[in-house]
């Protein structure tokens, strides 16, 4: 499985966008990159997932470079109750059944 | 839809004694089952994964056990804690077979276990 590496942490305030980017050197054809967010004492929430270029939702955007060895999770106009640890993981389609998670990036956002 | 619960939401337990924390999963068949733990200030880490009834796959040796006995119930249990036991234990679901690998996680609210 490949291995993602992202900030420990970062600081933002109210209404910027924060940008967190995961690298992911080894990923292979068939991977995909997904984000999950985690508030204090709840699982993991799923954000948002991507093969390649851009994808949107309501919640964010994921871009990701032609050679896929990172992305980038961007959070438009971040509030407080944004702050929480943002995991990036690539899920490999041979034994995708495991999902491995990293150490993630603990994102603090300020008034 | 699909719903997944856990319990208990918190535990303290005795070194030594036995532990059982049960999920199930209700609105989906032969899900992906799966045991996290959470240590204090950190990330998930996988303990066990399942991908049917009785089929079991361990990722880390250690005190703990899980069993699958029904389609949508996932138990996971220790003879013996240990005070490294302690921590968040996350249950989580994703859609079956090779097919949906891209499918996400769904977790439970989890069980924050105290071995004292």
């Known amino acids: 499985l490949a291995k993602t590496t992202q900030p420990i942490s970062m600081d933002s305030y109210e209404g910027q966008e924060v940008n967190i980017t995961c690298s992911h050197n080894n990923i292979a054809t068939n991977d995909y990159i997904t984000w999950y967010q985690q508030f204090p004492s709840q699982g993991p929430r799923f954000i948002i997932q991507g093969y390649k270029t851009k994808v949107t939702n309501e919640v964010a955007s994921l871009f990701i470079p032609a050679d896929r060895k990172s992305s980038t999770l961007s959070l438009p106009r971040v509030s407080l109750s944004d702050t929480a640890v943002y995991y990036c993981?690539?899920?490999?389609?041979?034994?995708?059944?495991?999902?491995?998670f990293g150490a993630g990036t603990r994102l603090f956002v300020k008034a | 839809s699909q719903t997944i619960h856990q319990w208990p939401a918190t535990l303290v337990q005795p070194v030594g004694s036995p532990l059982s924390l049960e999920c199930t999963v209700e609105?989906?068949?032969?899900?992906?089952l799966y045991w996290y733990r959470q240590a204090a200030g950190r990330g998930l880490q996988l303990l066990f994964y399942?991908?049917?009834?009785?089929?079991i796959s361990s990722e880390v040796p250690q005190n703990l056990s899980a069993s699958r006995p029904q389609d949508r119930q996932f138990i996971l249990s220790s003879k013996k804690l240990l005070l490294s036991d302690s921590g968040f234990y996350l249950c989580?679901?994703?859609?079956?077979?090779?097919?949906?690998?891209?499918?996400?996680?769904?977790f439970g609210n989890g069980t924050r276990l105290t071995v004292t």
């Open positions: 989580a679901w994703k859609l079956p077979g090779s097919s949906s690998y891209n499918s996400p996680l769904h």
């Open positions: 609105g989906t068949s032969n899900p992906n």
């Open positions: 993981l690539v899920v490999r389609n041979t034994g995708g059944f495991k999902t491995i």
């Open positions: 399942s991908v049917g009834i009785g089929q």
